[in-house]
Protein backbone atom coordinates (compact mmCIF):
# COMPACT_ATOMS: atom_id res chain seq x y z
CA UNK A 1 0.00 0.00 0.00
CA UNK A 2 2.66 2.27 0.90
CA UNK A 3 4.99 1.70 -2.36
CA UNK A 4 1.43 2.52 -4.30
CA UNK A 5 0.88 5.66 -2.72
CA UNK A 6 4.39 6.90 -3.15
CA UNK A 7 4.26 6.35 -6.69
CA UNK A 8 4.84 9.82 -8.10
CA UNK A 9 1.85 11.12 -10.75
CA UNK A 10 1.99 12.75 -14.04
CA UNK A 11 2.99 15.84 -11.81
CA UNK A 12 6.22 14.21 -10.25
CA UNK A 13 4.84 14.36 -7.02
CA UNK A 14 3.08 11.58 -4.91
CA UNK A 15 0.52 11.40 -1.83
CA UNK A 16 3.40 11.37 -0.04
CA UNK A 17 5.73 14.23 -1.20
CA UNK A 18 5.44 17.27 1.44
CA UNK A 19 4.80 21.13 0.93
CA UNK A 20 7.89 21.66 0.78
CA UNK A 21 9.48 19.25 -1.63
CA UNK A 22 6.49 20.22 -3.90
CA UNK A 23 7.22 24.33 -3.59
CA UNK A 24 11.21 23.72 -3.55
CA UNK A 25 12.03 26.57 -6.37
CA UNK A 26 9.13 28.76 -6.23
CA UNK A 27 9.05 32.11 -5.60
CA UNK A 28 5.93 33.59 -3.79
CA UNK A 29 6.99 36.84 -3.35
CA UNK A 30 4.59 39.52 -4.00
CA UNK A 31 1.76 37.38 -3.62
CA UNK A 32 -1.28 37.53 -0.66
CA UNK A 33 -2.68 34.71 0.75
CA UNK A 34 -5.92 34.20 3.50
CA UNK A 35 -5.66 30.54 4.93
CA UNK A 36 -8.63 29.79 7.08
CA UNK A 37 -7.66 27.58 9.90
CA UNK A 38 -4.70 28.60 10.25
CA UNK A 39 -4.32 27.87 14.03
CA UNK A 40 -4.06 24.11 13.70
CA UNK A 41 -2.62 20.92 11.57
CA UNK A 42 -2.81 21.57 7.88
CA UNK A 43 -3.51 24.99 8.13
CA UNK A 44 -0.58 25.78 10.23
CA UNK A 45 2.09 23.44 7.79
CA UNK A 46 0.21 25.13 5.02
CA UNK A 47 0.46 28.76 6.25
CA UNK A 48 4.39 28.10 7.20
CA UNK A 49 5.18 26.86 3.53
CA UNK A 50 4.03 29.67 2.07
CA UNK A 51 5.47 32.18 4.37
CA UNK A 52 8.54 30.55 3.71
CA UNK A 53 8.59 31.10 -0.20
CA UNK A 54 7.60 34.50 0.04
CA UNK A 55 4.00 34.48 0.42
CA UNK A 56 2.13 37.44 2.59
CA UNK A 57 -0.06 35.04 4.55
CA UNK A 58 -2.95 36.12 6.33
CA UNK A 59 -3.52 33.68 9.17
CA UNK A 60 -7.80 33.41 9.53
CA UNK A 61 -8.65 31.56 13.01
CA UNK A 62 -10.68 31.66 15.38
CA UNK A 63 -8.92 31.57 18.18
CA UNK A 64 -6.55 34.39 18.27
CA UNK A 65 -4.00 33.76 21.67
CA UNK A 66 -4.12 30.33 19.01
CA UNK A 67 -3.14 32.11 15.61
CA UNK A 68 -0.40 34.55 17.25
CA UNK A 69 1.25 31.88 19.11
CA UNK A 70 1.53 30.12 15.69
CA UNK A 71 2.80 33.23 13.99
CA UNK A 72 5.41 33.60 16.65
CA UNK A 73 6.54 30.31 16.44
CA UNK A 74 6.99 30.37 12.21
CA UNK A 75 8.52 33.78 12.43
CA UNK A 76 11.34 31.84 14.73
CA UNK A 77 12.02 29.23 12.17
CA UNK A 78 11.74 32.65 8.99
CA UNK A 79 12.01 35.72 10.61
CA UNK A 80 11.55 38.00 7.59
CA UNK A 81 8.07 35.82 6.88
CA UNK A 82 5.29 38.42 6.21
CA UNK A 83 2.32 37.42 7.83
CA UNK A 84 -0.89 38.28 10.21
CA UNK A 85 -3.65 37.24 12.04
CA UNK A 86 -7.07 38.04 11.99
CA UNK A 87 -10.30 36.74 13.56
CA UNK A 88 -12.67 34.52 11.94
CA UNK A 89 -15.43 32.28 12.87
CA UNK A 90 -16.80 30.51 9.41
CA UNK A 91 -20.06 29.27 11.80
CA UNK A 92 -20.72 33.07 11.83
CA UNK A 93 -21.91 35.02 9.01
CA UNK A 94 -21.51 38.10 11.56
CA UNK A 95 -17.90 37.22 11.95
CA UNK A 96 -17.76 36.01 8.18
CA UNK A 97 -19.09 39.41 7.30
CA UNK A 98 -16.67 41.32 9.43
CA UNK A 99 -13.76 39.46 8.54
CA UNK A 100 -14.00 40.36 5.06
CA UNK A 101 -15.30 43.39 5.20
CA UNK A 102 -11.77 44.92 7.45
CA UNK A 103 -9.27 42.85 5.28
CA UNK A 104 -11.09 44.85 2.24
CA UNK A 105 -10.88 48.12 4.20
CA UNK A 106 -7.16 47.02 4.51
CA UNK A 107 -6.67 47.77 0.94
CA UNK A 108 -4.43 44.62 0.25
CA UNK A 109 -4.54 42.42 -2.57
CA UNK A 110 -5.64 38.69 -2.52
CA UNK A 111 -3.96 35.98 -5.00
CA UNK A 112 -4.81 32.91 -3.42
CA UNK A 113 -7.46 32.39 -0.87
CA UNK A 114 -7.38 28.85 0.98
CA UNK A 115 -10.43 27.67 2.14
CA UNK A 116 -9.28 25.20 4.76
CA UNK A 117 -10.95 25.19 8.22
CA UNK A 118 -13.56 22.74 9.44
CA UNK A 119 -14.66 20.71 11.64
CA UNK A 120 -15.38 16.85 11.71
CA UNK A 121 -18.04 14.54 13.23
CA UNK A 122 -19.62 16.71 15.43
CA UNK A 123 -22.89 15.67 17.44
CA UNK A 124 -25.82 17.50 15.98
CA UNK A 125 -25.85 21.12 16.74
CA UNK A 126 -27.35 24.46 14.55
CA UNK A 127 -24.81 27.65 14.36
CA UNK A 128 -25.63 30.78 15.28
CA UNK A 129 -27.40 31.29 11.61
CA UNK A 130 -29.74 28.32 12.97
CA UNK A 131 -28.15 25.95 10.55
CA UNK A 132 -26.65 22.16 11.36
CA UNK A 133 -22.96 23.47 12.02
CA UNK A 134 -20.69 21.25 10.21
CA UNK A 135 -22.97 22.33 6.52
CA UNK A 136 -22.33 26.37 8.11
CA UNK A 137 -18.11 25.73 8.85
CA UNK A 138 -17.15 23.77 6.28
CA UNK A 139 -19.17 25.07 2.83
CA UNK A 140 -21.69 28.03 3.60
CA UNK A 141 -19.19 30.27 5.97
CA UNK A 142 -16.39 29.69 3.08
CA UNK A 143 -19.34 30.30 0.12
CA UNK A 144 -19.68 33.57 1.73
CA UNK A 145 -16.21 34.47 2.54
CA UNK A 146 -15.18 33.77 -1.12
CA UNK A 147 -18.26 36.03 -2.64
CA UNK A 148 -17.19 38.62 -0.24
CA UNK A 149 -13.51 38.63 -0.93
CA UNK A 150 -14.07 38.16 -4.76
CA UNK A 151 -14.14 41.62 -5.74
CA UNK A 152 -10.86 42.04 -3.83
CA UNK A 153 -9.42 39.19 -5.71
CA UNK A 154 -10.45 39.93 -9.66
CA UNK A 155 -9.26 43.62 -8.86
CA UNK A 156 -5.75 42.37 -7.56
CA UNK A 157 -5.71 39.69 -10.75
CA UNK A 158 -6.50 42.97 -12.85
CA UNK A 159 -3.83 44.82 -11.61
CA UNK A 160 -1.75 42.01 -13.22
CA UNK A 161 -1.72 40.53 -16.48
CA UNK A 162 0.93 37.66 -15.49
CA UNK A 163 -0.60 36.46 -12.10
CA UNK A 164 -4.10 34.69 -11.99
CA UNK A 165 -5.92 34.51 -8.41
CA UNK A 166 -6.58 30.62 -6.81
CA UNK A 167 -9.40 29.67 -4.64
CA UNK A 168 -8.64 26.28 -2.89
CA UNK A 169 -10.64 24.26 -1.17
CA UNK A 170 -10.10 21.83 0.91
CA UNK A 171 -12.47 18.74 0.72
CA UNK A 172 -12.19 15.35 1.59
CA UNK A 173 -12.28 11.71 0.17
CA UNK A 174 -15.08 11.34 2.37
CA UNK A 175 -17.47 13.26 0.28
CA UNK A 176 -17.93 9.86 -1.78
CA UNK A 177 -19.79 8.64 1.36
CA UNK A 178 -22.26 11.16 2.36
CA UNK A 179 -26.50 10.87 2.34
CA UNK A 180 -27.51 8.80 -0.80
CA UNK A 181 -29.04 11.91 -1.66
CA UNK A 182 -25.80 13.67 -1.78
CA UNK A 183 -27.04 17.37 -0.68
CA UNK A 184 -30.26 17.00 1.53
CA UNK A 185 -31.44 20.59 0.62
CA UNK A 186 -35.30 20.63 2.63
CA UNK A 187 -33.25 18.43 5.60
CA UNK A 188 -30.15 20.01 6.34
CA UNK A 189 -31.40 20.50 10.10
CA UNK A 190 -33.44 17.11 10.18
CA UNK A 191 -32.22 15.92 13.29
CA UNK A 192 -33.77 12.99 13.63
CA UNK A 193 -32.16 11.68 10.19
CA UNK A 194 -28.37 13.18 10.93
CA UNK A 195 -25.63 11.11 11.38
CA UNK A 196 -22.30 12.91 11.61
CA UNK A 197 -20.37 11.36 9.60
CA UNK A 198 -22.48 11.40 6.76
CA UNK A 199 -22.87 14.84 7.44
CA UNK A 200 -19.55 15.62 7.53
CA UNK A 201 -18.88 14.16 4.10
CA UNK A 202 -21.72 15.84 3.14
CA UNK A 203 -19.99 19.17 3.62
CA UNK A 204 -17.19 18.12 1.83
CA UNK A 205 -19.35 17.25 -1.47
CA UNK A 206 -20.55 20.58 -0.99
CA UNK A 207 -16.86 22.08 -1.01
CA UNK A 208 -16.46 20.34 -4.49
CA UNK A 209 -19.80 20.98 -5.98
CA UNK A 210 -18.48 25.07 -4.83
CA UNK A 211 -15.40 24.59 -6.42
CA UNK A 212 -17.03 23.32 -9.61
CA UNK A 213 -20.01 26.18 -10.35
CA UNK A 214 -17.78 28.56 -9.27
CA UNK A 215 -14.86 27.55 -11.55
CA UNK A 216 -17.69 27.92 -14.13
CA UNK A 217 -19.10 31.19 -13.25
CA UNK A 218 -15.45 33.01 -13.56
CA UNK A 219 -14.50 31.30 -16.76
CA UNK A 220 -17.96 32.33 -18.37
CA UNK A 221 -17.24 35.98 -16.97
CA UNK A 222 -13.43 35.68 -18.15
CA UNK A 223 -12.08 36.44 -15.34
CA UNK A 224 -8.13 34.98 -14.43
CA UNK A 225 -8.98 33.18 -11.19
CA UNK A 226 -9.24 29.37 -10.75
CA UNK A 227 -11.20 27.61 -8.64
CA UNK A 228 -10.18 23.87 -7.73
CA UNK A 229 -11.01 21.32 -4.55
CA UNK A 230 -8.43 18.68 -3.13
CA UNK A 231 -8.50 15.63 -0.93
CA UNK A 232 -5.13 16.62 1.53
CA UNK A 233 -5.00 13.08 2.73
CA UNK A 234 -5.81 10.83 5.71
CA UNK A 235 -3.33 13.15 8.33
CA UNK A 236 -4.30 12.79 12.00
CA UNK A 237 -5.10 15.87 13.43
CA UNK A 238 -7.78 18.02 15.71
CA UNK A 239 -10.06 17.49 13.25
CA UNK A 240 -10.46 14.28 14.72
CA UNK A 241 -10.89 15.29 18.06
CA UNK A 242 -14.93 13.94 17.49
CA UNK A 243 -14.24 11.01 16.13
CA UNK A 244 -15.20 8.42 18.06
CA UNK A 245 -11.61 7.13 20.09
CA UNK A 246 -13.00 3.95 18.65
CA UNK A 247 -12.08 4.38 14.96
CA UNK A 248 -9.09 6.51 16.11
CA UNK A 249 -7.40 3.83 17.26
CA UNK A 250 -8.80 1.16 14.77
CA UNK A 251 -7.53 3.60 12.03
CA UNK A 252 -3.58 3.97 13.70
CA UNK A 253 -3.53 0.10 14.33
CA UNK A 254 -3.98 -0.54 10.42
CA UNK A 255 -1.36 2.17 9.86
CA UNK A 256 1.04 0.36 12.34
CA UNK A 257 0.21 -2.68 10.24
CA UNK A 258 0.87 -0.98 6.45
CA UNK A 259 -2.63 -1.43 5.23
CA UNK A 260 -4.01 2.10 6.19
CA UNK A 261 -1.21 5.00 5.52
CA UNK A 262 -1.60 8.09 7.03
CA UNK A 263 0.54 11.18 6.30
CA UNK A 264 2.02 13.59 8.53
CA UNK A 265 1.06 16.94 8.62
CA UNK A 266 4.00 18.16 6.29
CA UNK A 267 2.60 15.52 3.85
CA UNK A 268 -0.99 16.51 4.40
CA UNK A 269 -0.04 20.24 3.48
CA UNK A 270 1.24 19.23 0.40
CA UNK A 271 -1.78 19.16 -2.10
CA UNK A 272 -2.99 22.39 -0.50
CA UNK A 273 0.34 24.01 -0.91
CA UNK A 274 0.75 22.31 -4.77
CA UNK A 275 -2.69 24.28 -6.00
CA UNK A 276 -1.86 27.11 -4.61
CA UNK A 277 0.94 28.18 -5.45
CA UNK A 278 2.87 25.48 -8.78
CA UNK A 279 3.47 26.43 -11.88
CA UNK A 280 1.73 23.54 -13.32
CA UNK A 281 -2.03 24.66 -12.15
CA UNK A 282 -1.79 27.63 -14.04
CA UNK A 283 -5.00 28.15 -16.09
CA UNK A 284 -6.15 24.47 -14.06
CA UNK A 285 -9.79 25.20 -12.96
CA UNK A 286 -12.52 23.12 -11.48
CA UNK A 287 -10.69 19.98 -11.11
CA UNK A 288 -10.19 18.12 -7.80
CA UNK A 289 -6.76 17.23 -6.78
CA UNK A 290 -5.51 14.08 -4.57
CA UNK A 291 -1.64 13.22 -4.02
CA UNK A 292 -0.80 16.24 -5.67
CA UNK A 293 -2.40 14.80 -8.88
CA UNK A 294 -5.61 15.77 -10.69
CA UNK A 295 -7.87 12.77 -9.35
CA UNK A 296 -11.40 11.94 -10.14
CA UNK A 297 -14.58 12.83 -7.38
CA UNK A 298 -17.38 11.10 -7.52
CA UNK A 299 -20.36 11.31 -9.54
CA UNK A 300 -22.17 13.56 -7.42
CA UNK A 301 -19.40 15.80 -7.09
CA UNK A 302 -19.67 16.10 -10.92
CA UNK A 303 -22.84 16.99 -10.76
CA UNK A 304 -23.78 20.46 -12.69
CA UNK A 305 -27.36 20.52 -11.83
CA UNK A 306 -26.93 20.00 -7.92
CA UNK A 307 -24.12 22.69 -8.13
CA UNK A 308 -25.90 25.21 -9.56
CA UNK A 309 -28.69 24.11 -7.05
CA UNK A 310 -26.42 24.30 -4.06
CA UNK A 311 -25.05 27.45 -5.42
CA UNK A 312 -28.70 28.98 -5.23
CA UNK A 313 -29.29 27.39 -1.83
CA UNK A 314 -25.94 29.02 -0.35
CA UNK A 315 -27.18 32.15 -1.65
CA UNK A 316 -30.58 31.92 0.25
CA UNK A 317 -28.91 30.85 3.21
CA UNK A 318 -26.68 33.66 3.22
CA UNK A 319 -28.79 36.51 2.23
CA UNK A 320 -27.03 37.60 -0.55
CA UNK A 321 -28.54 39.17 -3.42
CA UNK A 322 -27.65 38.40 -7.51
Not at 283 to 310: R, W
Amino acid sequence: MGILLSKKGPSGFSAFSTAEEVTHGIDGTGLTAIVTGASSGIGVETSRVLALRGVHVVMAVRNMDSGTNVKEEILKEIPNAKLDVMELDLSSMASVTKFAADYNSKGLPLNILVNNAGVMATPFKLSQDNIELQFATNHLGHFLLTNLLLETMKHTSQQSSKIEGRIVNVSSLGHKYGYREGIRFDEINDESRYNKYRAYNQSKLANILHSNELARRLKEEGVKITANSLHPGETFTNLLRNVHSFFQCFFKALSLLGIFMSKTVEQGAATTCFVSLHPQVKGVTGEYFSGCNIAKPCSQAKDVDMAKKLWEFSFSLTNQKY
